[in-house]
């Protein structure tokens, strides 16, 4: 084996955010800092603690507060739409009748042929 090669084992300092301190064998040369440990950390203590430095669940919840709202708003001119939609619909129908009545006495006029024929029965007479 060769001598001169392998780094240092020594012991070193862990400390926590918590201000838990535990002494370890490692090859760093310097003491250890870390966020969380077996004594704050939720698996080990039974305690649901929550750690968001960055604020990430806040910016989503607001994303997602912003996305209903606009949802809802969506669904407001949607049903609007259709309320007007069928007041439109409502207001044709009530003017179909008389366009149909209208076509319906365009049909009982006589044609030019009928009209001829008649024309000629008379002279006739």
């Not at 392998?6 to 800092?33: L, N, R, W």
């Not at 004594?39 to 910016?59: E, M, N």
């Not at 209903?68 to 708003?73: F, G, I, P, T, W």
């Amino acid at each position: 084996m060769k001598t001169d090669i392998h780094p240092k084992y020594q012991q070193i300092t862990f400390t926590c955010a918590c201000g838990a301190k535990f002494i370890a064998g490692s090859t760093i040369e310097k003491d250890f800092k870390t966020e969380i440990c077996s004594a704050c950390h939720p698996f080990y203590t039974g305690k649901q603690k929550l750690v968001d430095s960055s604020g990430r669940i806040d910016k989503f919840m607001a994303k997602m507060r912003k996305a209903q709202e606009k949802a809802e708003k969506n669904v407001e001119k949607v049903k609007e739409e259709e309320t007007k939609e069928i007041i439109k619909e409502e207001k044709s129908e009530e003017k179909k009748p008389k366009k149909a009545e209208k076509v319906e006495k365009t049909e009982k006029k006589p044609t030019k042929k009928a009209k001829k024929a008649k024309k000629a029965k008379k002279a006739e007479k």
